[in-house]
């Protein structure tokens, strides 16, 4: 700007509908990264288990539900035992699923911070979410090797489940700019999104087959951008699942950029405002 001295940076409200500033977040990739080894050790801290805790948590549910729905419930699983089953997608749910808690109440999980110092607030979402796929990397490695140890190794397509990965992050990182903006606004938002976490849960087929839902009612559960995700994971990892739909996983892809945008747009519009309101 005219009259602006060299060195200073002028905090202009955004104005249309832009993004926000893609080259800055990259000029601070060492904020980020400090940010995303705090949030490591901070959740592992005073653990006597410490990291061990990211490999116990899938397998520990996976146990849970393999006596109640595999063993008690007999839960249909495309001929794979119940805990391969599970294990195959998991994995890839506890991560979208920690994502958007995490990215959702980023903001306001550093209000001491934001008040203090600018950065650009788009990094608080970005960093919670990296901090979510390192665990996931590890989870989904391990995960690998028991379901190959029960006697189910990986097709050579089980890179591509990696794209699954990324699209599922790119849609847990959209709506996390939604929901860490509202949040700022809103405090009913953290609470909703707990509830609404629990029946996303339920609604996709991560416990069952999406055969095992009604031909009537299963247009109901496409409309789930996750259940293409979680089809196409699963189908990366095993062999012998049903693949996904192709129709689907660009309806989805279609959803999760439309959501991605919109999100940082939203984020964008409120960012510089942000400190004043949590």
């Avoid at 391990?142 to 599922?168: C, K, Q, T």
């Avoid at 999406?210 to 409309?223: D, K």
Wanted: charged share 10%; aromatic share 16%.
């Amino acid at each position: 700007m005219p009259g602006v001295e060299p060195g200073v940076t002028v905090i202009e409200p955004a104005r249309g509908f832009g993004t926000p500033d893609w080259t800055a977040v990259w000029r601070l990739r060492g904020l980020l990264s400090v940010f995303l080894w705090r949030d490591i050790a901070v959740r592992y801290k005073q653990t006597m288990l410490g990291v061990f805790w990211i490999v116990l948590q899938p397998l520990m549910v996976t146990a849970i539900y393999s006596v109640f729905f595999g063993y008690i419930a007999r839960i249909p699983t495309e001929g794979k035992p119940y805990p391969v089953y599970v294990l195959a997608t998991i994995v890839l749910w506890q991560f979208f699923a920690r994502t958007l808690s995490e990215a959702g109440t980023s903001v306001h999980a550093q209000q001491a911070l934001i008040g203090k110092v600018y950065f650009p607030r788009v990094v608080l979402p970005i960093s919670a979410a990296l901090s979510s796929a390192i665990d996931f990397l590890i989870n989904f490695a391990v995960g690998l090797l028991v379901i190959s140890a029960m006697g189910y190794p990986p097709p050579l397509r089980v890179a591509g489940a990696l794209l699954f990965f990324v699209a599922s992050g790119a849609f847990a990182i959209g709506l996390g700019f939604w929901l860490s903006a509202l949040d700022a606004l809103y405090r009913d938002v953290r609470y909703l999104l707990s509830f609404v976490l629990q029946v996303w849960y339920f609604a996709t087929p991560i416990l069952y087959p999406i055969a095992a839902i009604p031909e009537q009612w299963r247009w109901v559960f496409w409309l789930n951008p996750m259940v293409p995700l979680v089809l196409g994971f699963r189908w990366c990892v095993l062999e012998g699942v049903a693949p996904p739909d192709s129709l689907q996983l660009a309806l989805s892809a279609s959803v999760i950029a439309l959501v991605f945008y919109s999100g940082s747009v939203f984020f964008h519009r409120i960012e510089h405002s942000i400190v004043d309101r949590v």
